[in-house]
């Protein structure tokens, strides 16, 4: 019995919608092709060059498994169903010819996915025929459906969310969830605007283009992004946003020690459970040495007394308590940050841990307190010894 053609294009499921979508790009793309000025043409709409492009795998896998149903159920080529496979398969066929014909390199066992990506470079280096601004020469090279460009606005969405509300002083710009963001989105977004920037300065010589994008990024947007370039100068404006608010973070409540780039997701996920629960401790392993993660918590935990006195002798014997481990468990790490907390550690001593001032503004000039003999003891100790001397002259009374 034969099978009414609704039930046919039911069976067809999402399919149906994908080859729709595909017939009218096809008509549109094979038009671009076959017009006298078809650099023009492509290089205005390159992302219908680049949707057909990232599909055509897709669409190619779907034709091929329902010719297969067709064939073993038997459908009739009078269905609706059908017709539209094979007038896909046709406007395949004469895209297909159109795009090899158009390439300089064409081979005829060449993919159409793959030889539309090379139409696109070859169309973007060409340039404009009679010349165009920096604007509209941005807008052909950065069509909205790039991958980098999309990962990149995504990073930014995350950016834009945490770092556009005020914060209290203080206080962390984020939470704990949103460190976690921030974790994820730093390394993307630096990974998908290098890709942006190689692109333009790839098919755009001159730099005209990439200089002109370049200063308009340190504005910040003024309205909802639509172009591509409006996207990628949104997400160039909150990541440098996003890098400068981390760094005054870090340097906040870590300096001494200065953080490697790949240390500074972790880091700031730790931060943040940090300021929940003040005993959690920096793991070591992949990211960090035992020596080096102990390095980090010693200057969080110096840079948290050097702020505010706890309060409570509870909380002051835990805050010190943390001191001391931290430094215990970087006790053979070296270099110039091991120096450099050494030296806070001192001046620390020096001024009696005093809690107005952050012990990095500290100096031997400002102390008006004369050098103590735990000082003096400690100064060629490690960092468990300078830990303990701190914490002596800290709650000495007077």
């Not at 390439?103 to 090379?118: F, I, M």
């Not at 990962?151 to 969405?157: D, G, L, P, Q, Y």
């Not at 509300?165 to 203080?170: A, F, I, N, S, T």
């Not at 001192?346 to 809690?355: A, D, E, H, K, T």
Request: proline share 7%; charged share 30%.
């Amino acid at each position: 019995m034969a099978t009414h053609p609704e039930d046919l294009r039911a069976r067809l499921e999402d399919r149906a919608d994908l080859l729709e979508a595909t017939r009218l790009r096809y008509r549109a793309l094979k038009g671009l092709l076959e017009a006298f000025f078809w650099k023009e043409r492509l290089r205005a709409d390159v992302e219908l060059l680049r949707e057909v492009a990232t599909a055509q795998p897709e669409v190619d896998a779907a034709l091929v498994a329902l010719r297969r149903r067709a064939a073993a159920e038997g459908w009739p080529r009078a269905s609706s169903p059908v017709k539209l496979m094979e007038e896909v398969e046709r406007l395949r066929a004469a895209v297909r010819k159109a795009v090899l014909k158009r390439l300089p390199d064409a081979a005829p066992e060449d993919v159409l996915g793959s030889a539309l990506l090379r139409l696109e470079t070859v169309v973007l280096d060409a340039g404009p025929l009679l010349g165009r601004r920096e604007w509209a020469r941005a807008v052909e090279l950065l069509p909205r459906n790039l991958p980098e460009l999309r990962a990149a606005c995504a990073a930014a969405e995350v950016f834009e969310h945490v770092f556009k509300r005020p914060v209290r002083e203080g206080a962390l710009p984020f939470t704990s969830a949103e460190a976690d963001e921030l974790a994820r989105a730093l390394p993307l977004a630096n990974v998908a605007l290098a890709a942006l920037w190689e692109r333009l300065a790839r098919f755009d010589a001159s730099g005209r283009v990439k200089d002109f994008l370049l200063k308009r990024a340190r504005r910040a947007p003024q309205r909802a992004a639509r172009s591509g370039p409006e996207l990628l100068l949104h997400a160039a404006f909150w990541s440098d946003v996003a890098r400068a608010r981390v760094q005054a973070v870090l340097e906040a409540w870590l300096a001494p020690a200065v953080p490697r780039e790949s240390e500074v997701p972790a880091l700031l996920s730790w931060l943040a459970a940090r300021e929940s629960s003040p005993e959690a401790r920096l793991p070591s392993g992949e990211d960090f040495t035992e020596g080096r993660a102990g390095l980090f918590e010693a200057a969080a935990a110096l840079a948290s007394l050097s702020r505010a006195r706890p309060v409570g002798a509870w909380n002051e014997e835990a805050a010190w308590a943390r001191l001391d481990a931290a430094a215990r468990r970087a006790r053979d790490e070296a270099g110039p940050e091991v120096d450099a907390l050494r030296a806070q550690l001192l001046l620390f001593i020096r001024l009696r841990g005093q809690s107005r001032t952050p012990a990095r503004l500290f100096s031997p000039e400002r102390a008006r307190v004369p050098v103590s003999s735990d000082a003096e003891s400690a100064e060629g100790d490690d960092l468990p010894a300078l830990a303990r001397a701190a914490r002596q002259a800290a709650l000495r009374p007077g």
